[in-house]
């Protein structure tokens, strides 16, 4: 440890450009993906905009609660399954994942085959939950 402090006291700008760097590429890789919502902003911009929520657990999951009237599309399966969304193609899609962490990947997909309006909702169904925000089984 004594030997990592010395080469950072001794290498700092180098230190600190990787440090940059390293910022930067996970700025990108996030925006690639589209912007993250508040499970608030993302129940505004789907009921004002007549988006949809996508749900990217298994069916097991899906099946003991999730959003009112969204799309069960388990991520494995997202690339397959691409048709099952078309209509929203230029309508907002609300990426939902367990706890936010699957929904970049999907997000990237969605992007990679031109639909517009690609959200991820933070912290995902466990966030909604927390939040005592209603689902159906």
């Known amino acids: 440890m004594a030997l990592f402090l010395e080469f950072l006291a001794q290498q700092w700008m180098l230190a600190a450009a990787l440090l940059v760097?390293?910022?930067?590429?996970?700025?990108?890789?996030?925006r690639k993906?589209?912007?993250?919502l508040s499970p608030q902003q993302a129940i505004?911009?789907?009921?004002a905009e007549e988006g949809v929520f996508v749900d990217l657990r298994d069916a097991a999951e899906f099946k003991k609660g999730h959003i009112v009237n969204a799309i069960n599309?388990?991520?494995a399966k997202l690339p397959t399954r691409t048709v099952e969304l078309e209509k929203y193609k230029d309508r907002p899609?609300?990426?939902?994942?367990?706890?936010?962490?699957?929904?970049?990947?999907a997000g990237k997909q969605l992007k990679a085959e031109n639909f517009t309006k690609v959200y991820?909702?933070?912290?995902g169904m466990m966030e909604?939950?927390?939040l005592q925000l209603p689902t159906v089984a």
């Open 128 to 130: 909604w939950t927390n």
């Open 33 to 36: 993906s589209g912007p993250s």
């Open 21 to 30: 760097v390293a910022v930067l590429l996970f700025l990108h890789e996030a």
């Open 120 to 123: 991820k909702m933070t912290g």
């Open 93 to 105: 899609v609300v990426l939902i994942c367990k706890m936010g962490q699957q929904s970049g990947a």
């Open 44 to 47: 505004n911009i789907v009921n």
């Open 73 to 75: 599309i388990p991520a």
